[in-house]
């Protein structure tokens, strides 16, 4: 494929302004959809993490029993 | 009703056994929606022959029209989900319901948006109010509203029952946008692709159409799967399930 | 139930004044905006009164429940023995009664500042009477599908106004169709047929949505 039938191609017989925008549409959109739940998931488990750290660190330390004094 | 429903589908039905299964389907389902996108769009774009009138101006058809199939076909799945939420409150219906909505609204829009670019060099004008287009208009604001309204609840699942009422209540909108072109005088052309019976377009254009819709069919399913786990794992977090995918014990 | 709501009403008066008014200002706002000439303002009439008193409605929508939810009787309703649709039914009447007939009352003065024909306005009124109660009716749904949640007036109106497009459709057809001498009974009739579907389907759907909202 030379560079004439490649210049021709995206010529889309003089509708390229409407063609490419519309595939551009199609692609940014369906982009935007698929990667705004991956973000969401990377920052529910972040929180799950951290959440589930906090628990952690709190285990070990004995209850204090409720007849010590102050 | 448990006596008609297989077990494996009953079994579906739990949060972390859903969770495995769209695990597992999602890779294969994006690799096929690349797949079959591919060959589509190398279809649509170079071996099909420009059209008679449209020159090639009408190529936005193998991305416009899979687009506005999808846009009534995932509100029907939201519709049946809903049902099924709201009359057995089944939670993963909820949430599949609810992750619906905005894939549903991306492809309503694209369809829109698509369809404008293809109506300006074709009829003159960005944008007409005839039926089928006012109609897909409409479809797209009720699925904002059903995104909306389920985001206003503090209760989520409480709010996930609300919105599938909303998304029950529009739903008769799907047929209208569909039979449009055949009740009302539109500017829009009518179908030329049948079920039963031949279609009226050429084969040439016909493959890379039918390839494309197949190709956003498993792209909405790698995405709602990816949704669904994720909104799985949030209605679950305090459950032991998903305590031990956040500390790694089990794989993801 | 239909006389406690209109009691509870008429103490209220000042608020049965507040849609009014807002109709009047917005349709006054037209003139202005457009230019005060005759032909265009014609045209528009029947359009624009609707949408203005679509839209007063829509403000006033939010009120049918909120008074009923703070002070818990909302709730006592939904538990009560009555038939909940049929209770319903009766707020909706009591709310369109205060809110759409005034309206309705007023809507030839409305017409007439925009220079509507004055043989058009039968048709007016006409179609506003069978629409306006589809407005209650849809409206009543949405509002108690939100009862209880942070409600936002956007929200409703986001909700509410795309499943009003094919009333606003008809109704505005039969104006324009007799401004134009066309006959305007088709439009008419369509929105009758709806209404008689709506009250018979609303109240029920508004039970049910009423149901969801509280989590009964």
């Not at chain 2, 829109?112 to 003159?124: A, D, I, N, R």
Request: with cysteine; proline share 7%; glycine share 8%.
């Amino acid at each position: 494929m030379n560079a004439g039938t490649l210049q021709h191609f995206f010529a889309m017989g003089g509708y390229a302004g409407y063609l490419w925008p519309a595939y551009a549409v199609f692609f940014i959109v369906l982009l935007a959809d698929f990667v705004a739940p991956a973000l969401r998931r990377r920052r529910l488990m972040h929180e799950l993490r951290s959440r589930l750290a906090r628990k952690a660190a709190r285990q070990p330390r004995p209850a204090p029993t409720p007849t010590e004094p102050a | 009703m448990s006596k008609w429903i297989p077990l494996w589908l009953h079994k579906l039905g739990s949060p972390p056994t859903f969770y495995r299964f769209a695990g597992a389907l999602r890779p294969w389902m994006l690799a096929l929606a690349l797949l079959t996108g591919a060959i589509a769009l190398y279809g649509g774009l170079v071996t099909a022959p420009a059209d008679y009138q449209q020159g090639d101006a009408y190529r936005i058809i193998f991305i416009h029209v899979p687009s506005a199939w999808m846009s009534l076909f995932i509100y029907g799945v939201m519709g049946f989900a809903a049902f099924l939420a709201l009359v057995w409150r089944i939670k993963l219906a909820e949430v599949v319901a609810m992750e619906s909505a905005p894939i549903g609204a991306a492809f309503t829009f694209i369809t829109l948006v698509t369809g404008s670019l293809w109506g300006k060099p074709m009829w003159g004008t960005w944008w007409t109010w005839d039926a089928r287009l006012t109609s897909e208009l409409v479809l797209l604001f009720l699925y904002l509203g059903v995104i909306g309204l389920y985001h206003a609840f503090e209760d989520r699942r409480q709010g996930a029952r609300a919105a599938a009422f909303l998304a029950l209540i529009g739903i008769i909108n799907v047929p209208i946008v569909h039979f449009s072109v055949n009740w009302w005088n539109t500017l829009h052309q009518g179908s030329t692709i049948r079920l039963l019976g031949p279609s009226t377009i050429a084969p040439g254009m016909l493959w890379p159409l039918l390839t494309m819709m197949l190709a956003t069919k498993f792209y909405y399913l790698a995405s709602l799967f990816g949704r669904v786990r994720t909104d799985l794992l949030d209605l679950e977090s305090g459950k032991d399930w998903v305590r031990k995918i956040a500390t790694g014990e089990t794989p993801q | 139930m239909l006389r406690r709501d209109l009691t509870l009403a008429w103490r209220r008066r000042g608020d049965i004044a507040m849609p009014v008014l807002y109709a009047l200002i917005v349709t006054m706002l037209f003139p202005f905006a457009l230019g005060p000439e005759d032909t265009l303002l014609q045209r528009i009439a029947g359009g624009v009164v609707l949408v203005t008193i679509l839209l007063a409605m829509l403000l006033a929508l939010d009120a049918m429940f909120s008074s009923d939810i703070e002070d818990g009787s909302l709730e006592q309703l939904v538990l009560s023995p009555q038939p909940l649709a049929l209770m319903l039914a009766m707020k909706i009447l009591a709310h369109w009664l205060t809110t759409a007939l005034p309206l309705i009352i007023i809507s030839p003065l409305l017409a007439g500042m925009l220079h509507l024909p004055t043989a058009v306005m039968p048709v007016l009124v006409l179609s506003l009477l069978l629409s306006t109660p589809m407005l209650s009716l849809l409206g009543a749904i949405l509002v108690a599908l939100t009862a209880g949640t942070r409600r936002s007036g956007m929200l409703l109106a986001l909700m509410l106004l795309p499943l009003c497009v094919p009333v606003v459709i008809f109704a505005a057809g039969a104006v324009a169709a007799s401004q134009q001498g066309l006959p305007w009974l088709a439009p008419i009739a369509w929105l009758g047929a709806a209404l008689v579907l709506l009250l018979v389907l609303a109240p029920l759907a508004c039970a049910a949505a009423l149901r969801i909202a509280l989590d009964a």
